[in-house]
């Protein structure tokens, strides 16, 4: 780690007594601070993180990426993993933990219930597909999966429906997400790939 990164996280932590002490008394005094003052009352770190700019341009992109990804033929560059009939797997660009896994339909639907019994049928095969595959080459200690429906319940693309299927191992949470809103992830998305396109 970098020890100046690391100088302003502890920094941080051992001046948080006078921090809030600051931030009580402008509030008490009627006054919100401005995000400057906060940045300069040491209230506010910055975690210079320039590869996250990729993922707010992809955010305003026209068009659905699960539609458009499997339609390119390109399936390494885009992290396609496996083709079913009617659903395919695909790794997330921008994943929560090494290994997570995407299951999607083929067609442009934004429900479960929009499934045809073939499309649900071989979905679900595919999930349970998906965390053996992990199961066998990543060897977490759990996992996380489920299904976001419509952006009130966090789904990132409300219009296609998707399966997230995330590998957990203990201690995979850390200083990090606690102290500094960033999750570490330890591994290139290309290694996770070839290694687990390898045992398909």
Not at 25 to 53: D, F, H, K, Q, T
Not at 128 to 139: A, G, T
Request: with cysteine; charged share 20%; glycine share 8%.
């Amino acid at each position: 780690m970098n020890p100046e990164v690391f100088y302003s996280w502890s920094n941080a932590i051992v001046n948080s007594g006078a921090h809030v002490q600051g931030f009580e008394a402008r509030v008490s005094n009627g006054i919100a601070p401005s995000i400057e003052s906060a940045y300069y009352m040491g209230l506010m770190e910055y975690l210079w993180a320039p590869w996250r700019m990729e993922y707010v341009q992809k955010a305003v992109e026209s068009g659905c990426i699960l539609c458009q990804k499997p339609g390119q033929n390109n399936d390494e560059a885009n992290l396609i993993l496996f083709r079913g009939q009617h659903n395919f797997i695909i790794l997330n660009a921008f994943p929560y933990n090494p290994g997570h896994l995407m299951v999607a339909p083929y067609r442009h639907i934004a429900d479960l219930q929009d499934l045809t019994d073939e499309e649900a049928k071989e979905f679900f095969e595919i999930i349970k597909k998906s965390v053996e595959l992990l199961k066998e080459v990543m060897k977490p200690a759990g996992f996380n999966i489920g299904t976001n429906v419509g952006s009130v319940a966090g789904a990132g693309i409300t219009e296609h429906i998707h399966t997230h299927i995330v590998p957990r191992w203990q201690g995979d949470t850390n200083f990090m997400p606690v102290l500094a809103d960033t999750k570490v992830v330890p591994e290139a998305l290309t290694g996770t790939y070839r290694k687990l396109r390898a045992k398909l």
